[in-house]
């Protein structure tokens, strides 16, 4: 979220102290992220710093549970939240959630470029991530692939939304013409996410644990060059190709999808697969977006100007729709 949450910055200190034992020296709000439930921050303590995420409500069980079991794995590239004193993984105050963790030191690589070392141990980290088993309990916290139904149900609230005579805002007015002038565009996604996820279904494809937003922007890479994994809140047990299309199909030059393919280990990526999750990229999109401007009643207009300016720009050359396209053209070749 790019708008600071509406609570004061002692109320926050107050939380980390009673929860975590820290003594918060400065708390820095970072406009980042494109979750519009959570907000940002880097914490200064006493003698280390930390990253903390406020999140509207309970936060998904699994998106803290994974990346624990896997750190306590041997995957010391997943940053995991870190325990309460009371030993858990959040702290409630108020309506939020508390979830902290580690700073780490180095920057983001949405918009840079790595160097074939660091694609070849990307590829290697995620070869590890999927072939780490989470047992029966953490299996039971996992959502389950559901192929081709996981976003039918926000696609009908909001074209439900989009019928309403009047739109509550002009942004939502601005949307619904948007959504009508590309609607046999958003029609033909729809159709396909159901026709692939009809044939995904119809196989036999091996469950792995996938972090399912693994793009550029949610690895820190640290001064030494080190990857670091974050943001688990989409984790899923899926198909391979649910991580996989992120590298595959994502528009990356041949030399970095080689490095990767050659980090991770003898890979028969499954097209179909790989286009199914491009097209659920897709309808992830239509729904986040339609949901924040016409079923949400909190966030600001900055917020709301950059859902509509991201809506716009899934139909831009080179974005998703048209990386969907393509991975769907790659079946019959």
């Known amino acids: 979220m790019r708008d600071r949450p509406k609570i004061p910055d002692e109320r926050i200190a107050a939380g980390l102290d009673y929860a975590y034992g820290i003594s918060t020296k400065a708390l820095e709000f970072l406009p980042i992220g494109n979750d519009a439930a959570a907000s940002t921050f880097r914490v200064r303590g006493e003698r280390r710093a930390f990253f903390l995420k406020l999140r509207v409500g309970a936060p998904n069980r699994a998106s803290l549970t ?72 953490l299996k039971a916290q996992l959502p389950q692939e559901e192929y081709g139904k996981r976003w039918l149900g926000g696609l009908e609230r909001v074209e439900r939304a989009l019928a309403r005579i009047h739109q509550p805002h002009a942004f939502a007015n601005e949307f619904a013409a948007l959504w009508r002038q590309k609607a046999a565009r958003i029609e033909e996604a729809r159709a396909r996410y159901l026709a692939l996820g009809s044939r995904l279904k119809a196989g036999d494809h091996e469950h792995v644990i996938c972090h399912a937003d693994i793009h550029p922007a949610n690895i820190m890479v640290d001064a030494a060059g080190a990857i ?106």
């Open 66 to 137: 994974v990346p624990h079991h896997l750190r306590l794995n041997g995957i010391d590239s997943v940053v995991a939240p870190l325990a309460t004193i009371s030993g858990g993984l959040f702290a409630e105050l108020d309506q939020y959630s508390l979830i902290l963790y580690p700073w780490i030191e180095g920057e983001s690589k949405l918009g840079k470029t790595l160097s074939p070392r660091q694609w070849r141990a990307w590829g290697a980290i995620m070869r590890a991530i999927h072939r780490t088993c989470p047992g029966e309990e």
């Open 228 to 333: 670091h994994i974050v943001d688990w809140d989409d984790v899923i047990l899926a198909p391979k190709e649910r991580d996989l299309m992120f590298f595959i199909t994502d528009g990356h030059p041949d030399d970095a999808v080689s490095a990767f393919l050659d980090g991770y280990g003898d890979c028969q990526a499954d097209k179909i697969g790989l286009a199914y999750y491009r097209y659920d990229w897709v309808l992830q999109e239509f729904c986040d977006y339609g949901e924040r401007l016409l079923l949400s009643n909190e966030l600001s207009e900055r917020e709301l100007q950059f859902a509509i300016d991201e809506f716009k720009r899934l139909f831009a050359p080179g974005d998703v729709i048209e990386l969907a396209q393509q991975a769907c053209a790659a079946i019959r070749s």
